[in-house]
T-cell receptor, first 110, second 114 residues
Framework: GIQVEQSPPDLILQEGANSTLRCNFS?????LQWFHQNPWGQLINLFY???GTKQNGRLSATTVATERYSLLYISSSQTTDSGVYFC????????????FGRGTSLIVHP | SAVISQKPSRDICQRGTSLTIQCQVD?????MFWYRQQPGQSLTLIAT?????????ESGFVIDKFPISRPNLTFSTLTVSNMSPEDSSIYLC???????????FGPGTRLTVL
């Protein structure tokens, strides 16, 4: 199956700092999503981004499908950004079964 | 976006017993999934719940242990049978729109097996 690797596995920031999270995948995809799991366990869909760039407030994401990676940018981080960020992909030509990476655990200190 | 509720939100169970988790969606959806998330781990897909037919299980998961029902396009149940402490996890219901392919999750059920 398709492999999804996220980096870094852990990240600690001071409030106000910027960060970049990366997701590499091993095959062509027809779907890529970024999720945030808050400390209470709720998963929130941040971006549906199989290609191109999207922005939503302080968050933005870019997927370069031809090079098989996606980046999630967090600017001016806040303590509420803490949690785990997951990348999930669906392989092109495959069934609609998302494969999740191991996630990046982010802690933002005040 | 779909709004998903799960019941119960958490439970503590004795080994050897079974627990049924309910998932209710506020709109009809085609794709519905059940995931398990063990402490500190990523999400592992248990099965795809198929409306009106048997669920499609991923490698390592079997129907006898995790029977799933999906009587209609808005509701599904997952049963964790003959539980052991290794079944202690968060169990998540998820749905996916087909256009676009956006996935949404329920709040999860935190299960502890003693």
């Amino acid at each position: 199956g398709i492999q999804v690797e996220q980096s870094p596995p852990d990240l600690i920031l001071q409030e106000g700092a910027n960060s970049t999270l990366r997701c590499n995948f091993s095959d062509s995809v027809n779907n890529l999503q970024w999720f945030h799991q808050n400390p209470w366990g709720q998963l929130i869909n941040l971006f549906y981004i199989p290609s191109g760039t999207k922005q939503n407030g302080r968050l933005s994401a870019t997927t370069v499908a031809t090079e098989r990676y996606s980046l999630l940018y967090i600017s001016s981080s806040q303590t509420t950004d803490s949690g785990v960020y997951f990348c999930a992909v669906e392989r092109s030509g495959g069934s609609y079964i998302p494969t999740f990476g191991r996630g990046t655990s982010l802690i933002v200190h005040p | 976006s779909a709004v998903i509720s799960q019941k119960p939100s958490r439970d503590i169970c004795q080994r050897g017993t079974s627990l049924t988790i309910q998932c209710q969606v506020d709109s009809q959806v085609t794709m519905m999934f059940w995931y398990r998330q063990q402490p500190g781990q990523s999400l592992t897909l248990i099965a795809t719940a198929n409306q009106g037919s048997e669920a499609t299980y991923e490698s390592g998961f079997v129907i006898d242990k995790f029977p799933i029902s999906r009587p209609n396009l808005t509701f599904s149940t997952l049963t964790v049978s003959n539980m052991s402490p290794e079944d202690s996890s968060i169990y998540l219901c998820s749905v996916e729109d087909l256009s676009p392919l956006e996935q949404y999750f329920g709040p999860g059920t935190r299960l502890t097996v003693l």
